[in-house]
C-alpha cells in the first residue's frame, strides 16, 4: 500500500481542501450579517465615523478562525481608505459585539480592507464594450474560411 506524503493536501475521501470549510464559510457569513447589523445601528464615538454608511460586502475567516478579513465600501462613494483607520480604532468594539451575538470560543481579530471588486467589476464591463473588443466579438470566423 502506498503511504500519502504528509504535505499532500487532500483529506480523508480525497477531495482537495484549497477552498474555505464549510465551517469557514458559515462562521464568515454571520460575523458578516452581525458587522452589518452593528453598522446599521450603531452610532459610533470615533468622529471619523459620525454619519459614515459603511457596507460589509464579504467577510474571509481563516481555517483557525482566528482571523476574519472584512471587505467594506461605502456604496457610490470611493473614499473607504480614509475610513479604514477609523475602522481600525472600532475593531475591539466590533468584536465585543461578535462575541455576545457569537457563539465561537474565540472571536476573530478583524482586518478591513476595502471592496475593490465593483470598481474592477466595472473596468471589465467598459472594457467589453469598447469598440475594439466589440469588433472582435462580432467577427465571424466561418467568413474568413470562405475566402
Keep these: 500500500m502506498k503511504k500519502r506524503p504528509s504535505f499532500d493536501l487532500l483529506g480523508p475521501a480525497g ?3 484549497v477552498g474555505p470549510s464549510t465551517r469557514q464559510l458559515r462562521v464568515a457569513e454571520e460575523v458578516r450579517h ?11 464615538r ?9 457596507t460589509v460586502t464579504e ?8 482571523h476574519a ?6 456604496l457610490g462613494r470611493d473614499d473607504i481608505e480614509a475610513v479604514l483607520p477609523a475602522l481600525k480604532r472600532v475593531a475591539s468594539f466590533l468584536r465585543k459585539r461578535l462575541s455576545s ?4 470560543r474565540t472571536v476573530p481579530e478583524l482586518h478591513f480592507q476595502p471592496d475593490t471588486s465593483l470598481e474592477h467589476a466595472m473596468e471589465v464591463e467598459n472594457i467589453l ?5 466589440q469588433r ?3 467577427h465571424d470566423p466561418a467568413s474568413d474560411d470562405m475566402d
Design 46 to 54: 470615533d468622529p471619523e465615523l459620525y454619519g459614515v454608511t459603511v
Design 34 to 44: 452581525v458587522l452589518a447589523e452593528v453598522f446599521a445601528r450603531t452610532e459610533f
Design 15 to 17: 477531495e482537495s481542501s
Design 129 to 133: 464594450r469598447s469598440p475594439e473588443v
Design 101 to 104: 451575538a457569537l457563539r465561537l
Design 136 to 138: 472582435d466579438l462580432r
Design 69 to 74: 478579513t472584512v471587505f467594506v465600501t461605502r
Design 59 to 66: 467577510v474571509r475567516v481563516s481555517p483557525d478562525l482566528r
